[in-house]
């Protein structure tokens, strides 16, 4: 898979900027969000979603994967989006059992994997973020729900890190 | 602990687990005859606790090993006949098997155990008697100990032993039918062949070989213990010898003594050693049973699921033209099914595990509280699934308890009540419409209700208006009100308030049902109601605003379908909630898709919203309907709703659609919602989707259905209403399209079959239809009395009467209802043969038919011969 975190890489080689961190990234209503990818178990498309009423606005159904059922979550309400149909570019990003009973999130589209070194990587949960530039914004409501773990830098685009463990809290 | 695999652990702890469960039973067993007690328990006793003991050596847990070591040595003088076991002896025994069990279930800790008070209470009979310790016998063993075999000793550790065997290589040969190196190499198995010696008659083997006997002499080092050593597999004609140097402890002198006398020195047979291998087990008889994982069964368990769903995608894809393939999915259905029951089949276990369990908590039991109980268990064999068992032991044991504790009376108090001085407790298990029943009864003193009253009051669980309106049924079921205790003085067995309501909840979390009956100074009954197992369930699906659901076969009463005016009519309102006229009780209905678009539970302004819009809907529809109807256009109006059953309570549920009935396999809620309670799991269809499956009592919860004491009043009213005279009849009613409607009781009728009129046969006059595989007349009522002649239609039915001379059936065209009516019989107004009389029911002239003297009027030579 081709890396967009290359440029990246080279420039924080020299800086010895700790540990490679493999980020699974994806929208969600144009903004870019990653995952660390080891949490990932899979991508999953062919999205047939049963409703679970009576559910919070966040769960989005279940999923049947060659036989497992699947809790898919969408985070757009919770970030603060409009609901949109499921359309032939959205994906599930299906979780690992390590991080919580089966589940997966509902994305817009996936990116590439970004290879970036955890120094890279800012945790701003704690200090006050302006709000006033678009992924701030989303930053900031993320921050409440505790669902970003930090921000980091590419190329052209700044990726916020989600806090898998925290989705379904 | 270290150095020893843990899965030897684990199998130490089944095993020993396994032998002391069985032991139980035989103390129970040797108490009923404590004056000639069987041998063959004594000896099945001793054996479990020598085992438990021997495999305790290998792993170091010590304290297990001395408390099983002391008992081991009481038993063995029980078995030898020096000892006759007395009720204390017992107790001090059982005692040590509770200390063992709870040791066994931290094995590793259990070095930490303080094991002595118990011992001491064992070891007080051993020391009580006296028992001169053979030693003559051990000093024998010791003397012939030589320099050589000195040596092997010492290279032995503790809880090994040395045996020297001597065997003729030659007939053993013959009579085993096993090589030389065969038995080498199952003596490795079972330890290790420190020296051995071989004697050739011939000595020289360039020659030939020799003719002569081949003696081969070996000393072999293993754990089998020298009353175990059936196991090592050597003929008849073989001696085996314990070296041992000095007594391993000092008080298992006794039955180690007699257990050298016995066994050692002492030509083994073969028979029943050979093949055994080291599985002490199967030289008492053959075990045909497998230790397997659970973790793995319930892999198993689970792809066995999968393959169902694959199976059920694969009948829904395939192409029906093609024979081959049909013929190989139909095998795979077959194939699929048979493996699925099978493994389901596996996780089954016999209700007797727990069962057996009582016998020994009722006798401890009465014991302490001074009574007379005798447990009797019916149906032991009845299997249910291991995760419902093993939910089921806790509650059951406190429903034996509670029997014990508050039901039985004292041997005093049930001779002044004039029963007999023993009181009884039967535990009863059968099948019964793919559930499992499961019944405690005690001939105990029952429930005081007024009683029980008093305590709900003093609780303030109730008020005493409240419970002014209850029925008796419902004061008995206050006893699973939680916090509440009727014993006066809490005893350490039951009554400390968290009781009952315990038992009920975790008999409903298994998706069961609990009961009671009571007649005060009787006896008391609960009954359980529990699935088989909760992983594959029978179901059925429907529809609702395009999504499917499955509702659990168990709760699901019947299927009623209303058609075009009946929609409008027979829905009716009361308060703020549609309810339908079901053979005379109010339904309260819910509506599926409302349901399901309200989050919120419902109160009276959701529910009188919801009726008031349907009611109206309703009106709208019909309107259009008839409209349609009389334009000629075709337009149906239907409601389809399924009866669910919860407890005793019923309501309505109503639905688009019904698609049909399927097993699902059960996945259970993730995390996250599983506090809905409207669901209890999900599953994966046939073609892929996932379904919800609905929890049918949360529905009730959601849709705040009234439940029995609310139903009850109304249908008080309801009785009310109907003139309170006469006698009350089941009947059939039916119609033939004309003006006159008839009535056959229920107890008449064997069942009423669908008949489509293409399939009638026509012999000169008379029908016939094939039912059951019997050419059945087909009586037409015009027939046989004088009434308008019915409107044909393609599809009737035909009323099967019970007790038939011949098969017939009467024919209907429409079924009116089915229920209890009080008839006023007028037998004037309408008299013919075949007619007891008539009656007005629903507003109809009605008249009640003789379905046997119809058949005598259709065909009378039926009759004759009896005439």
Known sequence: ?169 | MSGIDPSLVYEFVEESREHLTAVEDDFIQLEKSLDAPDPETVNRIFRAVHTVKGSCGFFNFTAIGQLAHTMETLLSLLRDGDLLPTSDMLDALLAGVDLLNSMIDDVDRSNEVDVSKVEGRVAEYISKDDIVVPLNQVGNTKSEINDFEQEMLERIKKGEYLYEIELNLTNWEQESHKSPVQLVSELSKLGEILDGELTVAGGDLRDKIPEGDTLYRLYFKTVIEPDMIDAIPVSSTNTIRLIESEPVEADIITSTAQVIDESVEYNKNLEQAEGSGSDVKSAAGVNESLRVRVDLLNELMMLAGELVLVRNQQLLQQDRADSTSRAITQRLDIVTTELQETIMRTRMQPIGNVFSKFTRVVRDVAKKLDKQISIVTFGDDVELDKNILETLADPLTHIVRNSCDHGIETTAERKKAGKSEKGSIHLNAYHEGGQINIQIYDDGRGINISRLKEKVLEKELKTEAELARLSEKELLELIFLPGLSTVENVSDLSGRGVGMDVVKTSIERLGGIIDIESAEGKGTTLNLRLPLTLAIIPSLIVKVDNERFAIPQVNLEELVCLYDKDVQDKIECVGNREVYRLRDHLLPMVRLSELMAQPQLFDDTIKGEITQRHQKLQEVEWCNCREAQENKKPYYLALNFAVLKVGASRFGLIIDSILGTEEIVVKPMHRAVKDLGIYSGATVLGDGAVALILDVLGLARHATVPFEGTRKKEENEIDAGIANKDEKKSLLLFGNEGEEQFAVEMGEVKRVERLEMNRVERIGQREFATIDGVSTRIIRLEECLQISEPVGREEMFLILPKNAKQPYGILASKLVDIGEFEVDLNTESFCAKGVVGSTILREHMTLLLEPDALAQIAEPEWYFETV
Do not use: W
């Open chain 1, 1 to 169: 898979m081709m890396t967009t975190g290359i440029k990246t890489i080279e420039e924080t080689k020299n800086r010895e900027n700790g540990k490679l961190v493999q980020l699974a990234t994806f929208r969600i209503a144009g903004r870019l969000l990653g995952v660390d990818i080891l949490d990932v178990k899979e991508v999953c498309d062919n999205i047939s979603i049963t409703p679970i009423h009576h559910a919070s606005q966040k769960i989005c159904g279940y999923m049947n994967i060659r036989g497992q059922i699947l809790l898919v979550v969408d985070l757009r309400t919770e970030f603060g989006f409009d609901e949109r149909a499921v359309d032939e570019k959205s994906k599930v990003v299906v979780f690992k059992d390590t991080v919580d009973e089966p589940f997966g999130i509902l994305v817009d589209s996936v990116e590439n994997v970004a290879d970036v070194f955890d120094g890279q990587i800012t945790d701003r949960r704690d200090t006050e973020v302006d709000g006033e530039v678009d992924s701030e914004l989303l930053e900031k409501r993320m921050a409440k729900n505790d669902l970003c773990k930090g921000v980091c830098p590419l190329v052209d685009e700044l990726v916020l890190i989600l806090n898998s463990k925290a989705v379904l809290e």
